[in-house]
Structure formats: structure tokens, C-alpha cells
């Protein structure tokens, strides 16, 4: 067995480094020392070299003003910068422009400012950091924007006057009129600038200098009514026809129609605000009170009292019989009329019923005797009027026909001069003889006493309370006359005057009954009598008279010359009469109990016969 050798390897020597570590990092040190020299010298080379004078690489909005001074620099930018004097800012309000430059606005370059912070750039703050900045500005370069002084007095001053051709005022629409026609004014939208709010938009587009468009910040105010064109088609509809007013239908005293004109009518038109589901419109509508004031004036001609149904007692069968039906008493009602009215007109209604109130009376033609307590005649009482001319007969027909069928309401004071009203001619009274003050004179009315004297003695004798009674001046033997013509002397004092509206008679129905009067006229037998219905409460008068007492005998004849009348012309004109004092006393009893005791004391004035005469009448001596 051979044995094979193999020669041994010997391990390679490592080589030896170029540098030490001590020597390399002494090569960095003197390497930084070297170039922190060369950068110093270098910064020094610069700040002597560029001293007064602005960094390389630093402009301006662009305008490189790197080695200017600050003069030069300045004089350039102003050149290069003409953004204020040229630009362009559009200011808009819906069609309307207008193109101011930024100048116009207040905007204005400051060259030597902008110049003056260009030259800074790179000397402030600490010295490597100055370093840095010109090294960065060198290198990459450094853009200033340019000095700008925005005036905002200038804009405010610009904007204020494209408000005084932008601003409106609000106006409400209105409308009027101009004889009956209706003249409506538009309303208008009031816009105004906000001027405020416009100058912020100004501010921040300016400091972008560019170009740009700005909408005007515009605030509007609406009017409370825009349009009336409505209320004037209304306004015309209603006047272009009368308006007629009249009564209901059936109304049974038809009166009218009455007529309001167009121009009329547009005299009392009134435009009133109203609020309504649409908003604030105008109402139109007659005005109130005008309208208030033409019924008023028209209302008391439509004014009727109620009136109690006129009745007749049928003594067989004690029934009531209607002579004359109620009158339904009747008034305008002014509200409800003047609503009607405005509501009816404002739909187009031209022919409009004026609303009444209706007012029944309290007796009407169904009411019934039993109701009323008309059951019986309580008294009838009848004076004579024998020789009464033509005149005065017809006098007394007419009064007496005033209470034919009369009711008087149980409590109620009845006044005989409100029942019989004005004694005129028209009214159907004659001239006769009457009593005025001391003398007899012919007047409207003579014998109308003979009326007032029966209802009177009616009244008397039939136990009621009598309220007002007076007594003629002088005695008037018509009042003492009975049947066949003969003279009762008892009946002196029992006579009672009226003289409307100055001298009444009253008395007072104080039973729970109607009192139903009825009054007839025979002038065949020259008698008046008067008749009470009503229910019997057992009442019966005892009277007794003192009969004409202290007699003052008439004095001598009186003659007066009447220049009416012809020569030779004598007329007995005034009646002789006796003055005298009568007292008469009476007792009312109601069931054998005394219910009530009045005196009635009468002073008759002596009367002497008056004769007048013609001029030149001989005097008859005594």
C-alpha cells in the first residue's frame, strides 16, 4: 500500500490600507475646513459685492431685480407691474356691467415698498441663515408679490355710486280714484346695494390681481302688495251700474227703490288692507260711515210704528171684530244693511233689499177678546152738542174718529194728545170757534173739546184714576146741555180742554184688562158718545157737586171795529158767561171698598159778549 503526500498551503498575507482611520477623518476635517473657507470667503465676496444692492435670483411679481438697487428696482417693477392701471374688474348686475380697473377701485402699487422687500431678502435674521436664503435665492430663485395699497374709501366711494343707479325703493302698489275711474299703480321690487358685502368681493379679487367678474351682493325688498290689478277690475265692476237699494219683498208699504249713481258710489269707495290666505291684498269696499250717514238720513222715512189692531165689540155675540189690521212695526236696521250692502256689492249684486226689523205689535188682528180681557161694556157716557155749526160738527166727527176701536194696555197712561195728533186742515179739521187765552177766536180744531169733554166724563164715571185734566176759562154751555136740549147746571165742571201739544187730558188704565174704546157720532141728535170694553172689577163712582158757586156776573159788551168787515156790519163774535168756582168731589168704590177719592175744582172767568164791527158802524147804545 503506497501512501500519496500532498504540499501544504501556507495562508496569504492581507494587504496593507492606504489610510488610516485617523488619517481619513483628518482628511474629511481639513476638507470641511476648506470648503466652510472657500463658503465664507465666498459670502463675504457676496455681501461685498452686492452691497446696496438686491441678491441675484430675487423678483418681483416676476420682474427679476437680482444686483438693482432699491431706485432701479423700484423704477422696474413700476414698469413691469400695471396690474392697478390695467387690469380689468367687471362688476355685474344681472344685464347691466361695469368695468372699472383696479385703480378705479382704490388699488395702487407701491414700488419702492415692493423694492425695500426685495432687498431685505437675505438680510435678516441670523447670519447662516442669510447665508441660506441668498444661496436658496441664488440657486432656485425667490418671488415677492408686489407691494400693494388697496384704498377701501375709494371703493366704498366707487361702489356707492353705481348704487345711486342700481338702488330702487320699495313701492306698494296703490290704487285711487280720479273721478269713477279706477287708477291702479303698479307696485315695484326695491333692490339696494350692499355695499359692504360688494367691497369684501372687491377686496379678495383684487388680491389675486387678475381680471375677474363680481356680481354686485344685491338685497331686495318685496313690497306688501305687488299687484292690484285684481281690486281694480273689482272696484271698476262695482261701479259700472247704479246700485239700487229697496225693501224686502212683500214689505207691505212698498217705499223706494232709492238709487246710487256710479259717481256716488265712487265718492264712498275705500281701499283698505286686509290679510287674507293669498297674503296682504287690498279689500275694496264702500266706506263705512259715508255708507252710515246715507241710511241714517233715509232710515226715519222708513220708520213705522207698531200699532195695535183696531177692534169693534160685538155686544151679541162678545166677540172682537177687526176694523182696522196691526201695523207690523218697522225699522231700518243700519249694520246688517251696511254688511249686506259690502258683501252683496263685492260679488257683483247691484239690486239690493235693505234689511229691515219687523216689530209686531202687541195686540194683533188674531188676538182675541178673551185674551185681552175684553169681556163686557164697563161704561158708555154721551154729551150733546146741540147747535154746533156745520164746522164744528165736522170737528168732532173727526177727533172722535181718532179712538174708534182704540186700545188702551192694562197700566197704561193713555194721552188723549198723542192719540189725536195734528189738528190741521189737512189732517181733515175745520176752522170753528176756540178758546185761546182770554178771548174766542176761529181756528183749526173749534169743538175738539166736546171730544176731550166726554172721554173725560167716560173716564170719570167709569172709576178710573185721572192723571191730567183742565178746565176751559169760561163756562161753555155746550158741555152742561143734555138730552132735549135742556141745561144741567151738574155738569158745570165736568168739562176738560185739550189743546195739542200744549194742554192734555190723561188717565190711567189700572186694571190686569185691555181697555177697548169705541166712539160714535150721531150729528142728527148732536151727540158724541164714548163706550169702554174691558172686564167689570166691581168698581161703581159716588160723586156729588157743589155746582156753580161764588156767581161773578158777565161784564158789559165788548166792541171792536174790524177793518174786514163792511160798514153797517155788526157780528156778535164772543159769548156772554157768568164766572164761577165748582168743586166736584167723587169716591171710587171697588167691591163696597173705597178704592180711591179725587176732587176736581174748576174756576170759570166772568165772559163778556165781544161784538166786532165794520168801519163806520154806528154803536147800538144800551
Not at 384704498?151 to 338702488?167: C, M
Not at 325703493?169 to 359692504?196: C, D, F, H, W, Y
Not at 186742515?425 to 171730544?451: P, W
Not at 161764588?550 to 156772554?576: F, M, Q, S, W
Request: negative net charge; contains cysteine.
Amino acid at each position: 500500500m503506497s501512501s500519496v503526500s500532498y504540499p501544504m498551503h501556507r495562508p496569504r498575507p492581507r494587504p496593507r490600507p492606504l489610510f488610516t482611520i485617523e488619517q481619513l477623518l483628518l482628511s474629511i476635517l481639513i476638507g470641511l475646513v476648506i470648503f466652510g473657507a472657500s463658503l465664507f470667503l465666498y459670502f463675504l465676496g457676496t455681501q461685498v459685492w452686492y452691497a446696496g444692492r438686491i441678491f441675484p435670483g430675487v423678483r418681483v411679481a416676476g420682474v427679476d431685480v437680482g444686483g438693482l438697487r432699491q431706485q432701479e428696482a423700484a423704477q422696474r417693477i413700476a414698469q413691469a407691474v400695471t396690474y392697478p392701471q390695467e387690469g380689468k374688474i367687471l362688476l355685474r348686475d344681472g344685464d347691466r356691467i361695469w368695468v372699472a380697473s383696479p385703480a378705479n377701485l382704490g388699488l395702487s402699487l407701491d414700488p419702492l415698498a415692493s423694492a425695500r422687500s426685495a432687498y431685505e431678502i437675505g438680510r435678516t435674521g441670523w447670519l447662516l441663515g442669510r447665508f441660506q436664503t441668498q444661496l436658496f435665492a441664488w440657486y432656485s430663485g425667490h418671488n415677492l408679490p408686489p407691494n400693494l395699497v388697496f384704498d377701501q374709501r375709494i371703493a366704498y366711494s366707487y361702489l356707492s355710486g353705481l348704487a345711486q343707479e342700481v338702488d330702487k325703493p320699495t313701492v306698494e302698489a296703490s290704487l285711487e280714484m280720479k273721478g269713477t275711474e279706477v287708477v291702479v299703480l303698479p307696485g315695484q321690487v326695491g333692490r339696494s346695494v350692499n355695499i359692504q358685502k360688494s367691497l369684501l368681493l372687491v377686496s379678495l379679487q383684487l388680491q389675486t390681481m387678475r381680471d375677474g367678474v363680481l356680481n354686485l351682493f344685491i338685497e331686495e325688498s318685496a313690497p306688501v302688495i305687488l299687484d292690484a290689478s285684481k281690486q281694480a277690475d273689482l272696484a271698476r265692476a262695482m261701479l259700472n251700474q247704479p246700485l239700487t237699494l229697496s225693501l224686502p219683498s212683500g214689505d207691505a208699504n212698498q217705499a223706494g227703490p232709492w238709487k246710487i249713481e256710479p259717481a256716488v258710489l265712487a265718492s264712498m269707495l275705500a281701499f283698505e288692507r286686509a290679510q287674507s290666505g293669498n297674503g296682504t291684498q287690498y279689500e275694496v269696499r264702500l266706506n263705512g260711515e259715508m255708507l252710515r250717514a246715507y241710511l241714517a238720513e233715509m232710515a226715519p222715512t222708513l220708520t213705522r210704528t207698531p200699532q195695535n189692531a183696531r177692534f169693534t165689540f160685538n155686544d151679541e155675540t162678545r166677540q172682537l171684530e177687526v176694523i182696522q189690521p196691526a201695523v207690523i212695526g218697522r225699522s231700518l236696521n243700519v249694520d246688517d244693511s251696511i254688511q249686506d250692502i259690502q258683501q252683496k256689492l263685492y260679488v257683483g249684486q247691484h239690486d239690493i233689499p235693505l234689511t229691515m226689523t219687523y216689530t209686531d205689535p202687541p195686540v194683533t188682528d188674531k188676538s182675541t177678546g178673551e185674551q185681552l180681557g175684553i169681556r163686557e161694556l164697563v161704561h158708555a157716557e154721551t154729551s150733546y152738542f146741540y147747535g154746533s155749526s156745520a164746522s164744528r160738527v165736522q170737528n168732532i166727527t173727526t177727533a172722535a174718529s181718532k179712538f174708534h176701536g182704540l186700545l188702551v194696555a192694562p197700566g197704561e197712561t193713555f194721552s188723549m194728545a198723542t192719540a189725536l195728533g195734528d189738528i190741521t186742515l189737512d189732517n181733515g179739521y175745520a176752522e170753528a170757534l176756540i178758546i185761546i187765552g182770554n178771548q174766542t177766536l176761529k181756528g183749526v180744531g173749534g169743538g175738539v173739546c166736546q171730544v176731550s169733554t166726554t172721554l173725560f166724563r167716560n173716564a170719570f164715571f167709569a172709576g178710573f184714576p185721572i192723571v191730567e185734566r183742565h178746565a176751559h176759562a169760561y163756562r161753555v154751555y155746550y158741555y152742561e146741555k143734555v138730552a132735549g136740549n135742556r141745561i144741567n147746571s151738574d155738569l158745570a165742571g165736568l168739562d176738560a180742554t185739550v189743546f195739542v201739544p200744549l194742554v192734555d187730558f190723561k188717565f190711567t188704565n189700572d186694571t190686569p184688562h185691555w181697555l177697548l174704546m169705541e166712539t160714535y157720532v150721531n150729528p142728527d141728535a148732536s151727540t158724541i158718545t164714548w163706550k169702554f170694553y174691558s172686564t167689570s172689577d166691581g168698581r161703581r163712582v159716588d160723586w156729588n157737586t157743589t155746582g156753580p158757586t161764588n156767581i161773578v156776573p158777565a161784564p158789559e159788551a165788548v166792541y171792536r171795529e174790524n177793518t174786514d168787515l163792511p160798514n153797517g156790519t155788526i157780528k156778535h163774535v164772543d159769548y156772554a158767561a157768568d164766572g164761577a168756582e165748582v168743586t166736584v168731589n167723587r169716591t171710587v168704590y171697588r167691591n163696597d171698598d173705597v178704592y180711591l177719592q179725587d176732587t176736581f175744582y174748576t174756576h170759570y172767568e166772568a165772559w163778556a159778549d165781544v161784538y166786532e164791527y165794520g168801519p163806520g158802524t154806528e154803536i147800538p147804545s144800551d
